[in-house]
């Protein structure tokens, strides 16, 4: 359950789903996006596609993927920090492993700004995805104050290296660079700017992790990604895949962004 560092960098579109669908949508929903990216020839070993229900989705969306040996990966939008015991309302990471989830978001944008999640707390989560073979996805990003007080990078990079502190030595990690800023506002970071962070990203992985990490790390971006705007962000040398919000909600538009390599000529 992605306990290994990966060889290569396979690109990966994620979709959360947020506070949207319930399990019989969710079931829909993951139906069609398999038939929709089957019939057009996807080849889900080249670009991985991963969807992120609802807690109360997930049971659902795993006997579907089990029974119809269906391409797609799944996960859960947050984990509790605790293993068991008395936090009502939490969800373990050994209840997201026993449902054969394989990815984990952890710190996104709005866990930050809504739940007040520090980058201490966040660690905490990141060592508890990787206690049970779960592989994080690390949200990190800044607003549009944090990028005037402190230019582009300093933030984000802040955020996961004090997140890093969390993490298990050879187990696989995904980043997550979201800029605040442009989340919801249809106004997405351009490939520069996102190529800008996510190489700095990656200079600091090698820093706290080794440069075979680094290397080997999949760093995503996030914030207003489109089908017309994916090929961009994926020519660059540092985004390896999305992580998508609004328009992983919308069924064409979703799989025409896990499809960027065909549209692009990539």
Request: proline share 3%; glycine share 10%; aromatic share 6%.
């Amino acid at each position: 359950m992605g306990a290994a560092l990966m060889a290569s960098r396979t690109p990966l579109i994620a979709g959360n789903w947020k506070m949207n669908l319930d399990h019989l949508q969710s079931i829909a929903f993951v139906q069609k996006l398999a038939w929709t990216l089957k019939d057009a020839g996807h080849d889900f070993g080249a670009v991985e596609v991963a969807v992120f229900p609802p807690f109360t989705d997930l049971r659902s969306v795993q006997t579907l993927i089990g029974a119809d040996d269906l391409p797609i990966k799944f996960g859960g939008q947050d984990l509790s920090r605790f293993d068991n015991g008395a936090y009502t309302g939490e969800i373990s990471g050994a209840f997201l492993a026993a449902l054969d989830a394989e990815y984990v978001i952890v710190g996104h944008s709005e866990r930050r700004q809504y739940h007040g999640e520090t980058d201490e707390q966040l660690a905490e989560k990141v060592a508890a995805a990787h206690r049970h073979g779960l592989v994080p996805i690390l949200c990190v990003g800044e607003t549009a104050e944090d990028l005037e007080q402190h230019g582009p990078s300093a933030v984000p990079v802040a955020q996961m290296r004090a997140a890093l502190a969390g993490a298990a030595k050879g187990k696989e990690i995904v980043i997550a660079y979201e800029p605040v800023w442009a989340i919801g506002s249809g106004q997405a970071a351009t490939s520069d700017q996102a190529q800008q962070v996510c190489a700095a990203l990656r200079v600091a992985l090698a820093e706290e992790l080794g440069d075979e990490v680094a290397q080997a790390t999949r760093i995503l971006y996030g914030g207003s990604v489109k089908s017309g705007n994916i090929a961009g962000f994926m020519r660059e040398a540092d985004v390896d895949g999305a992580l998508v919000g609004g328009a992983s909600l919308q069924l064409e538009e979703f799989a025409s962004i896990v499809r960027f390599q065909k549209h692009v000529g990539l």
